[in-house]
């Protein structure tokens, strides 16, 4: 199988080149000349100069492909320009629909976000949840509708495309921090992080990786799949993050009712343009349950292999072997003070 990966230099899809490379296949990357390929240290594979924006690049990049994963997308929507977001996530997706259908490729896998699913607060939701929050405090999740909306409209023409919705993903090389934020600052402030309400679902790296591929080779054409391994309350997801590092657990809750003014300070910090690991967006769904339910995906893809305080656990030694966690002054004077507090960590997991 000839698999082209867009966004293959990325956290998700350098994991999928890699478990194609482990299976003997040599995949092809599309990337830009600029690109950072660190992710793709010790793989084979075959470079394709270019980026979703460039319909010429990308008919190159499809040809003679028999399936395409289209994972690039603008994922750190709140470091992001919002026009630039929706040309990468929207315009884009059509035009490597458009690349793939010239050049005959036989499947594309098209990776969009439990994101683009709407919410319930009696259940976790379903695929066929719709997307229910409102556009402009979540525009990385309505862009990813409106890729969709491409998708439906690809398929309904006669090309074969399965779409997979990945939650809250962890795990090794997340260069970027794009979710890893959650353990390097869960691992500096520890008892001082602040946990709200609500909830959040999450999953590993290597598993959806695993089911991009099992997409490829069994998912139903036209269908969705949310890709997720555990909901948790944000109580005992610190918790378990605090115990993968040794820290002791956070015991600052923030009441509902503080939200409001949480979303007003960051706002105002990021107005003043101050580099923060969150939006005024991820804030308001603090007192949400953001639950989903992944039966369809377990049963038509497979379980996960991944339980998330492994997932947890190995992500915090990558991070702290690239030194993107170590001890400060903030976090040593956090520790002293707990545990002059009689704050400690539960014991690490071996």
Same mark, same amino acid.
């Given at each position: 199988?000839?698999?082209?990966?867009?966004?293959?230099?990325?956290?998700?899809?350098?994991?999928?080149?890699?478990?194609?490379?482990?299976?003997?296949?040599?995949?092809?990357?599309?990337?830009?000349?600029?690109?950072?390929?660190?992710? #793709?240290a010790g793989l084979a594979y075959e470079s394709a100069i270019g980026d979703v924006t460039e319909p010429d690049a990308l008919r190159r990049a499809c040809a003679g492909c028999d399936v395409?994963?289209?994972?690039?997308?603008?994922?750190?929507?709140?470091?992001?320009?919002?026009?630039?977001? @929706?040309?990468?996530?929207?315009?884009?997706?059509?035009?490597? #629909?458009?690349?793939?259908?010239?050049?005959?490729?036989?499947?594309?896998?098209?990776?969009?976000?439990?994101?683009?699913?709407?919410?319930?607060?009696?259940?976790?939701?379903?695929?066929?949840?719709?997307?229910? #929050?409102?556009?402009?405090?979540?525009?990385?999740?309505?862009?990813?509708?409106?890729?969709?909306?491409?998708?439906?409209?690809?398929?309904?023409?006669?090309?074969?495309?399965?779409? @997979?919705?990945?939650?809250?993903?962890?795990?090794?090389?997340?260069?970027?921090?794009?979710?890893?934020?959650?353990?390097?600052?869960?691992?500096?402030?520890?008892?001082?992080?602040?946990?709200?309400?609500?909830?959040?679902?999450?999953?590993?790296?290597?598993?959806?990786?695993?089911?991009?591929?099992?997409?490829?080779?069994?998912?139903?054409?036209?269908?969705? %799949?949310?890709?997720?391994?555990?909901?948790?309350?944000?109580?005992?997801?610190?918790? #378990?993050?605090?115990?993968?590092?040794?820290?002791?657990?956070?015991?600052?809750?923030?009441?509902?009712?503080? =939200?409001?003014?949480?979303?007003?300070?960051?706002?105002?910090?990021?107005?003043?343009?101050?580099?923060?690991? =969150?939006?005024?967006?991820?804030?308001?769904?603090?007192?949400?349950?953001?639950?989903?339910?992944?039966?369809?995906?377990?049963?038509?893809?497979?379980?996960?292999?991944?339980?998330?305080?492994?997932?947890?656990?190995?992500?915090?030694?990558? %991070?702290?072997?690239?030194?993107?966690?170590?001890?400060?002054?903030?976090?040593?004077?956090?520790?002293?003070?707990?545990?002059?507090?009689?704050?400690?960590?539960?014991?690490?997991?071996?």
């Open positions: 199988m000839q698999a082209l990966i867009t966004g293959g230099t990325g956290f998700v899809g350098s994991h999928i080149a890699r478990l194609l490379h482990e299976r003997g296949q040599r995949p092809r990357i599309l990337h830009r000349a600029t690109s950072r390929l660190d992710a #793709l395409v994963f289209h994972v690039a997308a603008v994922a750190d929507y709140w470091r992001a320009d919002p026009a630039w977001m @929706v040309k990468v996530n929207v315009a884009g997706t059509a035009s490597v #629909l458009a690349a793939a259908r010239a050049a005959g490729v036989r499947r594309v896998v098209f990776t969009s976000s439990a994101a683009a699913v709407g919410l319930r607060e009696d259940r976790p939701a379903d695929e066929q949840e719709p997307f229910n #929050l409102p556009v402009r405090h979540f525009p990385y999740g309505y862009s990813k509708v409106q890729a969709e909306q491409q998708v439906a409209q690809a398929v309904a023409a006669g090309q074969d495309v399965v779409t @997979v919705n990945p939650v809250v993903i962890l795990g090794p090389g997340d260069l970027n921090m794009i979710s890893g934020t959650f353990i390097v600052q869960t691992a500096r402030l520890q008892w001082l992080t602040p946990w709200t309400s609500g909830g959040v679902a999450v999953t590993d790296v290597r598993d959806v990786a695993a089911w991009h591929l099992a997409a490829a080779e069994h998912g139903r054409s036209g269908e969705r %799949y949310l890709l997720s391994t555990a909901n948790y309350p944000y109580r005992d997801w610190f918790n #378990l993050i605090a115990d993968a590092a040794g820290v002791a657990r956070p015991i600052v809750y923030t009441p509902d009712a503080l =939200l409001p003014l949480s979303v007003a300070l960051v706002d105002a910090l990021r107005a003043l343009r101050l580099p923060l690991p =969150l939006d005024a967006n991820q804030v308001r769904l603090g007192g949400r349950k953001v639950y989903f339910d992944p039966a369809k995906a377990w049963r038509e893809l497979g379980p996960p292999r991944y339980d998330m305080a492994q997932s947890v656990s190995d992500t915090f030694r990558w %991070y702290v072997a690239q030194g993107l966690i170590r001890p400060d002054a903030l976090s040593r004077l956090i520790g002293a003070a707990g545990r002059i507090l009689g704050q400690r960590p539960h014991p690490r997991p071996a």
